[in-house]
């Protein structure tokens, strides 16, 4: 942990992207365990999501196509506002990224698209926005339909399921 607190801003950017992208997926490995079964998904497309046609409202209550972000700086994740784990967790990693970016801190779009769109409806999205400080304008919460929410998953090699009660795994 030293280490890390004395490394310089940009190198802590890099070292928090390398965990995100290797590290914390060997953790949720699609392994049967406790129970839980294994979850088949499919490989990410090699099709740009900026030409998927779906339609996605976002916090305004606005219609937006993907294609808006094509040519600039995004980083997206999908999750849903219910969440009580790793969703909170996803959006401090987020605005960690953001506040590493100093003077580009706004030129970066932050785009979250819901994995839950029947509960996640703009006025949700634009609560949480606000709790947790991640509501200024390059940030984009979408919802949209359960099959574009499931073709963008499938598209970015997102691996979900509802669970029972209601949850996502």
């Known amino acids: 942990?030293?280490?890390f607190l004395q490394m310089k801003s940009s190198l802590k950017i890099l070292f928090l992207l390398f965990l995100l992208i290797y590290a914390v997926?060997?953790?949720?490995?699609?392994?049967?365990?406790?129970?839980?079964?294994?979850?088949?998904?499919?490989k990410p497309s090699s099709k740009s999501l900026y030409l998927l046609q779906s339609k996605w409202l976002n916090r305004d209550n606005k219609t937006l196509k993907l294609e808006y972000f094509k040519g600039k700086p995004v980083i997206m994740t999908m999750l849903y506002?219910?969440?009580?784990?790793?969703?909170?967790l996803i959006m401090s990693h987020l605005k960690f990224l953001e506040n590493g970016l100093k003077e580009n801190k706004g030129k970066v779009n932050f785009v979250v698209?819901?994995?839950d769109p029947n509960r996640d409806k703009p006025e949700v999205f634009?609560?949480?926005?606000?709790?947790?400080?991640?509501?200024?304008?390059?940030w984009y919460y979408?919802?949209?339909s359960q099959d574009n929410v499931s073709v963008l998953a499938a598209l970015l090699g997102i691996k979900f399921k509802k669970t029972p009660d209601g949850e996502f795994m």
């Open 1 to 3: 942990i030293s280490i």
């Open 25 to 42: 997926p060997s953790f949720f490995k699609a392994e049967a365990h406790d129970g839980h079964t294994v979850m088949k998904g499919t």
């Open 81 to 88: 506002t219910t969440c009580k784990n790793s969703c909170p």
């Open 113 to 115: 698209v819901t994995l």
């Open 126 to 138: 634009r609560k949480f926005a606000l709790k947790h400080g991640a509501g200024k304008a390059n």
């Open 142 to 144: 979408l919802n949209g």
